[in-house]
């Protein structure tokens, strides 16, 4: 048995409409894969498939020109209608519209108790599997000439209208324990589980892996945070992370012969009218999930949580690690004096508000900011929050200044975007943390 931890630091944020324990399934008229969306890779990958091709799922359609055996693949079979790009022709999307039964690349099953390690990373590159496996630092994709000293999965996931992972999970855990059989073969050290304090479900029933339980507010579901606790990286060292339905995508790789992207996403939000779970494929178009179930129209999709997740159009399509669609309304009504006078209930840390003293509240939110940037000063609201022995203000400004070895010492190479994203919601000058975060990684990684 693991550690159990309890964090005292943290703050959750209710907001309605929480998903229910109800799934549906849906199969979406198109899919996605956004090479964007797997941080580390050259601006330009090379692409292998043209506008007009035919695909199986676990078909190759692009690869890093910097790691050309690493191949990232279709999750569904069709055509390939659309190759969409953003600036300096950087590849955005690659969309495919899906067959109406979907056609599986047949693949060899491989026995991995008795498959070296050489194997199974070739196996996974070759294959679609490695674009799960994310390394720290730099919250990249990991590199396959690395040994990670551990691997470090989150079993649970704190932050708004979060999906339940413990019902996630319900129905995968073969495949999870297939999955968690291949990541032992990747490190010498171990595959740490964090679970929730209060439990995890049968996730929690998984063998071979250091399992530790948590206990405390958001973000104690972060892996970072998890990470800090657990086995701190230091300078020098790698380690790997992934998420729960992607180790079971990884076990049936290899189980069952095929790159099957299955998986759960929830749709929540206050202006939802039935919150609940869809079984989809990796990178599904949105549409369908919203389609009729809506109360308000004048709302922004957003793939992932509302702290760190991404804006999406109405006919866009999920993020490769989006398990949550977050729906909320758009908050563009100006606020006369919104600072001064008593107006809506809303989420804050703030006691400036009186619903600071309903913390079990569920919160009816939109996207007002509720103020304006201005010079950061010193308050002390981002240690009040974030459950990691850091100083996130002095890093930021650390990061703005380009001063590297302040930046090493003041420890960036434990943190992510989603490890300060709460931070930023705290923050009373309203300041891209995350952005900002985001340019020092890079530039620490271009300095390495």
């Known amino acids: ?12 944020i209710n907001i309605l409409g929480t998903p229910q324990k109800k799934t549906e399934k849906i199969h979406t008229r198109t899919y996605a894969v956004k090479p964007i969306d797997y941080l580390g890779l050259s601006p330009i990958p090379k692409l292998l498939v043209q506008v007009g091709d035919e695909v199986k799922a676990g078909d190759p359609l692009f690869y890093d020109k910097l790691q050309p055996d690493m191949l990232f693949c279709a999750p569904v079979s069709g055509e390939v209608v659309e190759v969409r790009r953003g600036e300096k022709r950087a590849i955005t999307e690659i969309v495919i519209l899906a067959d109406k039964q979907i056609q599986f690349k047949s693949l060899e099953k491989i026995r991995i108790s008795s498959t070296s390690r ?3 990373v070739k196996h996974l590159l070759q294959n679609g599997g490695w674009a799960f496996l994310r390394q720290r630092p730099y919250n990249v994709v990991a590199d396959p000439k690395d040994k990670p000293k551990a691997i470090f999965i989150s079993g649970f996931d704190t932050a708004p209208l979060a999906p339940d992972m413990s019902y996630v999970m319900e129905g995968q855990m073969g495949a999870f324990q297939a999955g968690l059989e291949v990541l032992k073969k990747l490190t ?12 995890g479900g049968k996730i929690g029933d998984a063998k071979g892996v250091e399992i530790h339980k948590f206990s405390g507010k958001h ?10 606790h657990i086995d701190p990286i230091n300078k020098g060292e790698v380690a790997w992370t992934i998420d729960p339905q992607n180790v079971a995508v990884i076990g049936r790789l290899f189980d069952e012969g095929r790159f099957d992207t299955t998986r759960l996403v929830a749709l929540a939000g206050p202006v939802v009218k039935e919150p609940r779970y869809f079984q989809t494929y990796l990178g599904a178009n949105i549409e369908g999930f919203a389609a009729n179930n809506l109360d308000n129209d004048h709302v922004r999709f957003i793939g992932g949580n509302v702290l760190s997740g991404k804006k999406i159009d109405i006919k866009g399509h999920l993020g490769a690690f989006d398990n949550l669609l977050s729906v909320i309304e758009e908050g563009d009504r100006y606020e006369l004096f919104g600072w001064l006078v008593p107006n809506y209930p809303r989420p804050s840390a703030s006691r400036s508000f009186l619903s600071a003293l309903s913390s ?14 201005r010079a950061m000063v010193l308050t002390g609201q981002y240690e ?7 100083y996130p203000m002095q890093l930021i400004k650390a990061i703005m200044a380009r001063d590297f070895e ?15 994203a709460l931070c930023e919601f705290v923050c009373p000058s309203k300041t891209d943390m995350q952005d900002i975060l985001r340019e020092g990684l890079d530039y620490m990684r271009e300095q390495a």
């Open 1 to 12: 048995m693991g550690k159990n931890v309890k964090l005292k630091k943290g703050y959750n």
């Open 360 to 373: 079990k509240k569920q919160f009816n939110v939109n996207t007002n900011s509720h103020g304006e940037h």
């Open 406 to 420: 302040l930046i090493e010492g003041l420890g960036i190479y434990e943190v992510v975007e989603e490890d300060l």
């Open 384 to 390: 009040r929050v974030l459950p990691m022995d850091l």
């Open 219 to 228: 973000p104690a579901g972060n892996v970072g945070v998890q990470i800090h």
């Open 118 to 120: 050489e194997e199974i």
């Open 188 to 199: 010498d050290g171990k595959v740490h589980l964090s679970l929730p304090g209060s439990g």
